[in-house]
């Protein structure tokens, strides 16, 4: 089972700043399954990115994937007062999913 | 609009069984799986499962086989996750997400439910 860890556990920036967040495979991801999710405190995750870089319908451009192998970036460009929040990344491979322990991205 | 409604919190004894319900609307219910995924307190996300409400084929978490059932219904276009053997470890909220894919499981999770509130203790 692939294990992902997320990096930092927190990021503390002030809004206009950019964000970089970082996911980190156990093993080399073979296909282009990673995806990110956002979630705000007492709410459901929401998908942001998936197969790696395409983002969901409805999410702002100012965020972005990238990445292959092991390492894996979700970028959001420049930071709305409403992009304070968690955000984790998710693998699908073997027939299993797996989720990262998550980046919390807090007001400076 | 795609909406899945989960059921309301639950509060159960060690040992005991739980069965949360998901119902689907705004979309075909057989032709998009059904996954769960929990959270306990302040802990990130767990997947659980997955079912497909076209045949009943399920994937489970090797962590969760023998304790979880996953069932659906599609007059009712409902999904059921049941976990038994209840323990402390279990409280969290449990959430049903809709598989994106079409032909099986794709890993892409693109609409959740509100999520439903397990509480384990005597």
């Known amino acids: 089972e692939i294990v992902l860890t997320q990096s930092p556990a927190t990021l503390s920036l002030s809004p206009g700043e950019r964000a970089t967040l970082s996911c980190g495979a156990s093993q080399s991801v073979s296909s282009t399954y990673l995806a990110w999710f956002q979630q705000k405190p007492g709410l459901a995750p929401r998908l942001l990115i998936y197969?790696?870089?395409s983002r969901e319908t409805g999410i702002p451009d100012r965020f972005s994937g990238s990445g292959s192998g092991t390492d894996f970036t979700l970028t959001i460009s420049r930071l709305e007062p409403e992009d304070f929040a968690v955000y984790y990344c998710q693998h699908f491979g073997n027939s299993q999913l797996t989720f990262g322990g998550g980046t919390k991205v807090e007001i400076k | 609009q795609v909406q899945l409604v989960q059921s309301g919190a639950e509060v159960k004894e060690p040992g005991a069984s739980v069965k949360v319900s998901c119902k689907a609307s705004?979309?075909?219910?057989?032709?998009?799986?059904i996954n769960w995924v929990r959270q306990a307190p302040g802990q990130g996300l767990e997947w659980m499962g997955w079912?497909?409400?076209?045949?009943?084929?399920?994937n489970h978490a090797q962590k969760f086989q023998g304790r979880v059932t996953m069932t659906t219904d599609t007059s009712t276009t409902t999904t059921y996750m049941e976990l038994r053997s209840l323990r402390s470890e279990d409280t969290a909220v449990y959430y049903c997400?809709?598989?994106?894919?079409?032909?099986?499981?794709?890993?892409?999770?693109?609409?959740w439910g509100q999520g439903t509130l397990v509480i384990v203790s005597p």
């Open positions: 197969d790696v870089s």
């Open positions: 079912i497909s409400p076209h045949d009943g084929n399920t």
């Open positions: 997400a809709r598989d994106s894919g079409t032909m099986g499981l794709s890993g892409d999770l693109d609409y």
């Open positions: 705004g979309y075909t219910f057989t032709t998009h799986g």
